[in-house]
């Protein structure tokens, strides 16, 4: 753990999620599920802002939620520590009211008061809490909205590709017991993610509600999703056989349910709202 001035390092955590590595940002961006498009037209609404002045996404990614923003507000701007995710959500981009900037959550450098959105997708978890709610409360305008959505994985497509998805988890979380592989990255549980913005003390409303988004999955987006969770890599660092780490079952499975077709996968999505 890495600790500047009593607290945790923000850019250091982002590091030690592994997210760096060559090629990572790729797979992650092709193989994840992307944010219901639905997200906007609730967050607007609560917002009271049909068409949002300024949108800012914390932990961007390679922009799988900040680019949706493009066609809906006056500005977007994505925040991503990493440079290896930030540089793909940059190229991926065809906006030019959306922009992309390296930083942390903690220390968006942005003005007082100017954000009419503030969202977090798939990433308050990697968040030191106190300070991030603290940076979200001071950008966002009075009666401006955060919002910090997190999908629950797998997604629903069939049985047996989510049992083989689940053991192959199951067995590479074995490995990394066996042979003392710890994360050196600080995360917090998404389920408390809600009592924290109540605990905060920023906002007047806080609560969650759930969303669903429906996309075509093929075999091998299902493996490569399954690649790129975080507890993953390093146990694929070992040289271990792909028979040794599940991986052979995994393929199998998905090959079986998907053959050379696709099926529509859903994802839930839990949507924490709070309003300034």
């Not at 250091?12 to 790729?26: D, P, Q």
């Not at 710890?182 to 409303?205: N, V």
């Not at 969303?211 to 890599?233: D, I, K, Y």
Request: proline share 5%; charged share 25%; glycine share 8%.
């Amino acid at each position: 753990m890495n600790v500047t001035e009593g607290r945790i390092d923000p850019l250091a955590n982002a590091r030690h999620t592994g997210y760096s590595r060559t090629g990572f940002a790729t797979a992650y961006d092709a193989c994840r599920p992307r944010p219901p498009s639905e997200i906007i037209n609730l967050l607007t609404q609560l917002a009271l802002s049909p068409r949002p002045r300024l949108v800012v996404d914390l932990g961007s990614g390679t922009g799988l939620s900040t680019l949706q923003w493009g066609a809906h507000a006056d500005k977007v701007i994505g925040i991503e520590p990493l440079d290896e995710m930030r540089k793909l959500a940059v190229a991926n981009n065809t906006s030019s009211n959306v922009t992309f900037k390296a930083g942390v959550a903690q220390a968006t450098e942005l003005a007082s008061g100017t954000a009419d959105i503030v969202t977090c997708a798939q990433s308050l978890h990697h968040m030191e809490p106190e300070t991030t709610l603290a940076e979200v409360a001071r950008i966002l305008r009075p009666g401006g909205l955060f919002a910090a959505y997190d999908y629950d994985y797998p997604p629903v497509v069939h049985w047996e590709a989510e049992n083989a998805f689940l053991a192959f988890i199951d067995r590479i979380g074995e490995l990394r017991l066996h042979h003392g592989i710890e994360s050196k990255q600080q995360q917090w549980d998404k389920a408390g993610h809600l009592d924290r913005l109540r605990d905060s003390g920023h906002f007047r409303y806080v609560r969650e509600t759930f969303l669903h988004q429906r996309e075509p999955c093929s075999a091998e987006r299902w493996v490569g999703f399954a690649l790129t969770l975080r507890l993953v890599p390093p146990v694929l660092d070992l040289g271990l056989t792909e028979d040794e780490v599940g991986l052979t079952g995994l393929r199998d499975a998905a090959r079986r349910a998907f053959g050379e077709a696709e099926l529509p996968w859903h994802a839930s999505y839990c949507v924490r709202l709070a309003i300034k």
